[in-house]
């Protein structure tokens, strides 16, 4: 048995063609797709990308390994502790250790431990290619090593291997020899030019006026990420950026697939594709960012290819967590789950049956401080800290089967949807926190420590480029709501 996991970061699946997009963004993608199971309502419980792995190999959800944020305390996961043993939890029961349990041989190219400092992504690995340029490479640089080491091991019995590609990532960095295959195609319409005009009325970083987070600067080095986006024909530049890389990428992962069919062993391969998160591409006024709780953010795809096992093309609609990962896969080889897991297994899914939850709490603490549930159609948002997003107010509401991109808040006209959502909320923290093995939700670590990482310290910087920007009523509005962030610095 062998097992090529993909992981590509950034990945929101509406931007896949097997998912329904109208540009063909994906055809290696779509084909693995069209051999296995297909999930649409699979979501990471943590996002953005450090909090999201932890929990995707820990098999914890962020509250309880403590790996919330991107900085600070809440940027590690907790140590075990009293109790540890020899080695620590990560490394016995995380998902790497657990196929090494299962007879594996575990190898990865991939950055990210040291683009994050995040060293316990390596525990379990037999095998450590680290391409060397903390996720900034673009596939074309991430794809000679897996060739290179799949010409070497392909036809070896048990390994598993994971690879991490970033080109939907930004900056946006396809080369530019690979041209630009969706220019003369629609892209997407619900961003209107009306939609366009509030967002750059409106604070956002990573917002329309100031797509670089805090201001408009362009980078030569990467002509395709936009500064500023002023209306909606203008958006292309957005869209066509974030499509390239995606497109750019798959046609690197039907390199690797074919070399496996080369090589006489795809069809004993299992194939599993996702992703850490998505990407709000206009969404909440946000552009070419994944700062968010939301459906656009913490939605991602999911698609497993197993021989023997998967029915061809199927479509599971149900809702799982990535931590669900982990126990599936210690389910699908008869290992026993741990004590300290928090998915659950959905193997009958992979074998074309029911395996649903019935809700969803997902959390984002690096760019804003929200926790969010999603039960049936709806999307109940919590603000704790705005992150200087200034217009959005402390529940948001969504029905996203009619308003998939958000953009028509609904909490003021259903307040007794907003009650059943902030309760989903409340009892599963309270449920986390009694089986946590510590007293601290670390979201609150967040806030003590004076915030999300990727806002404290800079709302003067923001202050300043608003007013510089015409929009000096925010200016004074983000002085009134984070005064904290201009104490000492008066005279």
Same mark, same amino acid.
């Given at each position: 048995?062998?097992?090529?996991?993909?992981?590509?970061?950034?990945?929101?699946?509406?931007?896949?063609?097997?998912?329904?997009?109208?540009?063909?963004?994906?055809?290696?993608?779509?084909?693995?797709?069209?051999?296995?199971?297909?999930?649409?309502?699979?979501?990471?419980?943590?996002?953005?990308?450090?909090?999201?792995?932890?929990?995707?190999?820990?098999?914890?959800?962020?509250?309880?390994?403590?790996?919330?944020?991107?900085?600070?305390?809440?940027?590690?996961?907790?140590?075990?502790?009293?109790?540890?043993?020899?080695?620590?939890? #990560?490394?016995?029961?995380?998902?790497?250790?657990?196929?090494?349990?299962?007879?594996?041989?575990?190898?990865?190219?991939?950055?990210?431990?040291?683009?994050?400092?995040?060293?316990? @992504?390596?525990?379990?690995?037999?095998? #450590?290619?680290?391409?060397?340029?903390?996720?900034?490479?673009?596939?074309?640089?991430?794809?000679?090593?897996?060739?290179?080491?799949?010409?070497?091991?392909?036809?070896?019995?048990?390994?598993?291997?994971? *690879?991490?590609?970033?080109?939907?990532?930004?900056?946006?960095?396809?080369?530019?020899?690979?041209?630009?295959?969706?220019?003369?195609?629609?892209?997407?319409?619900?961003?209107?030019?009306? #939609?366009?005009?509030?967002?750059?009325?409106?604070?956002?970083?990573?917002?329309?006026?100031?797509?670089?987070?805090?201001?408009?600067?362009?980078?030569?080095?990467?002509?395709?990420?936009?500064?500023?986006?002023?209306?909606?024909?203008?958006?292309?530049?957005?869209?066509?950026?974030?499509?390239?890389?995606?497109?750019?990428?798959?046609?690197?992962?039907?390199?690797?697939?074919?070399?496996?069919?080369?090589?006489?062993?795809?069809?004993?391969?299992? *194939?599993?594709?996702?992703?850490?998160?998505?990407?709000?591409?206009?969404?909440?006024?946000?552009?070419?960012?994944?700062?968010?709780?939301?459906?656009?953010?913490? $939605?991602?795809?999911?698609?497993?290819?197993?021989?023997?096992?998967?029915?061809?093309?199927? *479509?599971?609609?149900? @809702?799982?967590?990535?931590?669900?990962?982990?126990?599936?896969?210690?389910?699908?080889?008869?290992?026993?789950?741990?004590?300290?897991?928090?998915?659950?297994?959905?193997?009958? !899914?992979?074998?074309?049956?029911?395996?649903?939850?019935?809700?969803?709490?997902?959390?984002?603490?690096?760019?804003?401080?929200?926790?969010? !549930?999603?039960?049936?159609?709806?999307?109940?948002?919590?603000?704790?800290?705005?992150?200087?997003?200034?217009?959005?107010?402390?529940?948001?509401?969504?029905?996203?089967?009619?308003?998939?991109?958000?953009?028509?808040?609904?909490?003021?006209?259903?307040?007794?949807?907003?009650?059943?959502?902030?309760?989903?909320?409340?009892?599963?923290?309270?449920?986390?926190?009694?089986?946590?093995?510590?007293?601290?939700?670390?979201?609150?670590?967040?806030? $003590?420590?004076?915030?999300?990482?990727?806002? $404290?310290?800079?709302?003067? #910087?923001?202050?300043?480029?608003?007013?510089?920007?015409?929009?000096?009523?925010?200016?004074?509005?983000?002085?009134?709501?984070?005064?904290?962030?201009?104490?000492?610095?008066?005279?």
């Amino acid at each position: 048995m062998r097992i090529l996991f993909l992981d590509l970061d950034t990945l929101r699946p509406d931007h896949l063609s097997c998912y329904g997009y109208p540009r063909s963004t994906s055809p290696n993608i779509d084909s693995v797709a069209a051999e296995g199971v297909r999930f649409t309502g699979y979501h990471c419980s943590d996002a953005p990308c450090l909090p999201s792995r932890a929990a995707l190999f820990s098999g914890r959800f962020g509250i309880h390994n403590g790996a919330v944020g991107h900085g600070d305390t809440a940027g590690d996961m907790r140590v075990d502790g009293p109790g540890r043993g020899f080695q620590d939890y #990560i490394a016995r029961n995380g998902l790497v250790g657990t196929l090494r349990k299962a007879g594996f041989r575990t190898a990865t190219v991939s950055p990210f431990g040291e683009r994050h400092g995040s060293w316990w @992504f390596y525990a379990g690995f037999n095998e #450590i290619v680290n391409t060397g340029k903390c996720g900034n490479e673009t596939a074309g640089e991430i794809e000679p090593a897996v060739m290179d080491w799949l010409s070497r091991n392909a036809k070896e019995d048990n390994w598993f291997l994971h *690879v991490n590609f970033w080109d939907p990532h930004t900056p946006y960095r396809s080369p530019a020899e690979f041209g630009d295959p969706f220019a003369d195609e629609p892209y997407p319409d619900w961003l209107t030019d009306e #939609i366009v005009a509030q967002h750059r009325s409106e604070p956002h970083p990573h917002g329309a006026r100031e797509i670089d987070m805090f201001d408009n600067r362009i980078s030569p080095a990467f002509p395709r990420m936009p500064g500023e986006t002023f209306n909606a024909a203008d958006a292309r530049r957005m869209f066509d950026g974030y499509d390239c890389g995606i497109r750019y990428m798959d046609g690197k992962i039907g390199r690797i697939l074919q070399l496996l069919k080369d090589e006489g062993v795809y069809e004993d391969t299992a *194939v599993i594709i996702t992703s850490d998160h998505g990407e709000n591409l206009g969404e909440l006024g946000l552009y070419a960012e994944h700062a968010t709780a939301d459906e656009i953010t913490c $939605r991602v795809p999911m698609i497993i290819r197993w021989p023997g096992l998967t029915p061809r093309g199927h *479509v599971d609609n149900g @809702f799982h967590y990535q931590i669900d990962l982990l126990p599936t896969l210690a389910d699908l080889f008869r290992l026993p789950e741990h004590k300290w897991w928090d998915g659950q297994s959905y193997l009958a !899914a992979l074998q074309g049956g029911e395996a649903s939850r019935e809700k969803l709490v997902i959390s984002q603490c690096a760019h804003v401080c929200q926790r969010s !549930a999603r039960f049936g159609n709806w999307l109940y948002m919590r603000t704790i800290h705005d992150g200087f997003h200034l217009t959005w107010p402390r529940e948001m509401l969504f029905d996203l089967a009619a308003d998939p991109h958000e953009v028509h808040n609904l909490a003021a006209e259903r307040p007794d949807l907003c009650a059943q959502g902030a309760k989903i909320i409340l009892d599963w923290q309270e449920e986390q926190m009694a089986s946590s093995p510590s007293d601290v939700d670390p979201l609150w670590t967040v806030m $003590r420590e004076g915030g999300p990482y990727h806002a $404290r310290g800079s709302g003067e #910087i923001y202050a300043n480029y608003l007013r510089e920007t015409e929009r000096a009523e925010w200016a004074d509005e983000l002085r009134r709501r984070h005064p904290e962030e201009f104490r000492g610095r008066e005279g």
